[in-house]
Nanobody
Framework: VQLQASGGGLVQAGGSMRLSCAVSGRTFSDYVMGWLRQAPGKEREFVGSINWSDGSTYYGNSLKGRFTISRDNGSNTVYLQMTSLKPEDTADYFC???????????WGQGTQVTVSS
């Protein structure tokens, strides 16, 4: 599985941004696609995930309501729509994939998101 993330950059607090993750390499019906982030000096944090098969989503505790994950089966792309961004959302964002019941096994390169106050 190959993952290619894009869409990061600089945004003002309160703004929105959409990240994309292009997925290739195999069929994904038994996979979970996820977004994780890591801020400088902090541990990697789970943002959210989506089951490729049925589109069900899960979010980190503090992010549901501001962040939305979706997928486009036709283009094999996973999206992370972020709204009401805060400076504390500043981090490198990574897309990842895992099989059901497994750990995050495949990683794309990070895309940096900077939220200015």
């Amino acid at each position: 599985v190959q993952l290619q993330a894009s869409g990061g950059g600089l945004v003002q607090a309160g703004g929105s941004m959409r990240l994309s993750c292009a997925v290739s390499g195999r069929t994904f019906s038994d996979y979970v696609m996820g977004w994780l982030r890591q801020a400088p000096g902090k541990e990697r944090e789970f943002v959210g995930s989506i089951n490729w098969s049925d589109g069900s989503t899960y979010y980190g505790n503090s992010l549901k309501g501001r962040f939305t994950i979706s997928r486009d089966n036709g283009s094999n792309t996973v999206y992370l729509q972020m709204t009401s961004l805060k400076p504390e959302d500043t981090a490198d964002y990574f897309c990842s994939a895992r099989r059901y019941g497994s750990t995050w096994s495949y990683w794309g390169q990070g895309t940096q998101v900077t939220v200015s106050s």
